[in-house]
Structures are given as C-alpha cells and as structure tokens.
C-alpha cells in the first residue's frame, strides 16, 4: 500500500456501482477502482501473476478473478486467495468526502 503522496479525487461514489468496478487512469496510471456493499478499494490495474492488466476480471462476492489465469484475490485485502498469483495486489488508499472518492498517490 502507498504510504507517501496526495490524495487524489477520481471518481463520484455513483460512478461505481455495488459489487462492480471501473478503471481510471491517474498520473499515468492505470487503477481498478472497486465498489463493495458501499466500500471503496483501488488497486494498480495489474494482475501480480503475469503483470496483465485487470480491466476484464469478475467479481464473485468478496473476490476478484484474473480474466487471463484464473489467480483470484480477496477485494478487500488484495491478498491471494488462488493460485498461479504468489504475491498481493498493489494497493491504494481510499477514502471518500461526501460524495467523492480520493486515492492516494
């Protein structure tokens, strides 16, 4: 998870509906941004397995699915849950103000 930068405003919390998600690109680069039940989590859109992009993943539940291999990751950890993926997924801070959502950069 960064932990150095700013926070940077990318989307209106109805831009993503529940158990859906969009990509933005922010400074260069490319964020998955995740609705869960209301709660935000954004990730780099990069699968940890193979460094493929995330953009045509599935969500089942609390889990996200890697459209290329099948490597699933927990939404709300970024944590793997199912191999081939060895490692977590790149994280961002979230928070939301009203009705904007911020990462941290």
């Not at 209106?12 to 859906?20: A, K, L, P, Q, T």
């Not at 045509?56 to 889990?63: F, S, T």
Request: glycine share 8%; with cysteine; charged share 30%.
């Amino acid at each position: 998870m960064t932990t150095a930068g700013e926070y940077i405003e990318i989307a209106n919390v109805n831009d993503v509906r529940s158990g859906e998600f969009k990509v933005f690109d922010v400074n260069g680069e490319s964020i998955i941004l995740i609705n869960l039940d209301g709660e935000f989590f954004a990730y780099k859109n990069q699968c940890s397995h193979m460094e493929l992009e995330l953009s045509d993943a599935e969500i089942e539940g609390e889990i996200l699915i890697c459209p290329w291999h099948g490597a699933q990751f927990n939404i709300r950890t970024g944590d793997v849950v199912r191999l081939p993926a060895s490692e977590p997924l790149e994280k961002y801070e979230v928070k939301v103000e009203g009705d904007k959502i911020f990462i941290k950069i």
